[in-house]
């Protein structure tokens, strides 16, 4: 299943680059299947379908169902319609979706619709009361200081001031890199059913 470009741009998408490496192969596996499964298939599905991204009982699993012709994918975030059938040759198929398919196990469910307040009453008055006597603070003794940061074992994290834009840019360019792999393994795909 791949988003279209203006799926990406639209409104309510979560910023992706957040996303942790293991995340974002986690959302690519998301939007493919194990299995051949043409339009026709999945219009007459009443299961919900495992993904690649699947890894145990109803973990990143969607469900479909139908208007007229078309087929709608629920993720349990937000529903994404087939838009179009880009290549359907047995083993691939290949649609566009017009919606990012969003896993509640990376993005949890979405926000169902809340019941109405209730009316509220204003408290009734209660007579004052006498305040309480304070508390001896407990004898407990003070916990031990931290160990000083160079004294941690190697390989453990540190908190340096430039960790989080390292990890911005390293996040940013695998986004660059993992579309680039889904091109390249959708290309691959397609070029060996057409020789």
Same mark, same amino acid.
């Given at each position: 299943?791949?988003?279209?470009?203006?799926?990406?741009?639209?409104?309510?998408?979560?910023?992706?680059?957040?996303?942790?490496?293991?995340?974002?192969?986690?959302? !690519?596996? *998301?939007?493919? #299947?194990?299995? *051949?499964?043409?339009?026709?298939? #999945?219009?007459?599905?009443?299961?919900?379908?495992?993904?690649?991204? +699947?890894?145990?009982?109803?973990?990143?699993? !969607?469900?479909?169902? +139908?208007?007229?012709?078309?087929?709608?994918?629920? +993720?349990?975030?937000?529903?994404?319609? !087939?838009?179009?059938?880009?290549?359907?040759?047995?083993?691939?198929?290949?649609?566009t979706v017009d919606k990012v398919l969003?896993?509640?196990?990376?993005?949890? @469910?979405?926000?169902?619709?809340?019941?109405?307040?209730?009316?509220?009453?204003?408290?009734?008055?209660?007579?004052?009361?006498?305040?309480?006597?304070?508390?001896?603070?407990?004898?407990?003794?003070?916990?031990?200081?931290?160990?000083?940061?160079?004294?941690?074992?190697?390989?453990?994290?540190?908190?340096?001031?430039?960790?989080?834009?390292?990890? @911005?840019?390293?996040?940013?360019?695998f986004h660059v890199n993992a579309s680039? #792999?889904?091109?390249?393994?959708?290309?691959?795909?397609? +070029?060996? !059913? #057409?020789?």
């Open positions: 299943f791949a988003p279209s470009d203006e799926a990406f741009k639209a409104e309510g998408v979560p910023d992706l680059t957040k996303l942790t490496q293991a995340e974002v192969v986690s959302l !690519l596996e *998301y939007h493919a #299947l194990a299995e *051949y499964k043409p339009k026709g298939s #999945l219009k007459t599905n009443k299961d919900s379908i495992s993904t690649l991204a +699947t890894n145990g009982a109803g973990k990143y699993d !969607l469900t479909t169902s +139908t208007s007229g012709d078309e087929v709608i994918l629920h +993720t349990g975030v937000g529903p994404s319609r !087939l838009a179009d059938t880009v290549v359907d040759e047995t083993p691939v198929v290949i649609f969003l896993p509640t196990e990376l993005f949890g @469910k979405s926000p169902s619709p809340s019941p109405a307040p209730e009316p509220v009453s204003a408290p009734t008055p209660s007579p004052a009361k006498s305040p309480s006597p304070a508390e001896a603070p407990s004898p407990v003794a003070a916990s031990p200081p931290a160990p000083p940061v160079d004294d941690s074992p190697e390989g453990a994290p540190s908190d340096s001031p430039t960790s989080s834009e390292d990890s @911005k840019a390293k996040n940013a360019a680039a #792999l889904f091109t390249a393994l959708v290309t691959l795909a397609a +070029t060996s !059913l #057409l020789f």
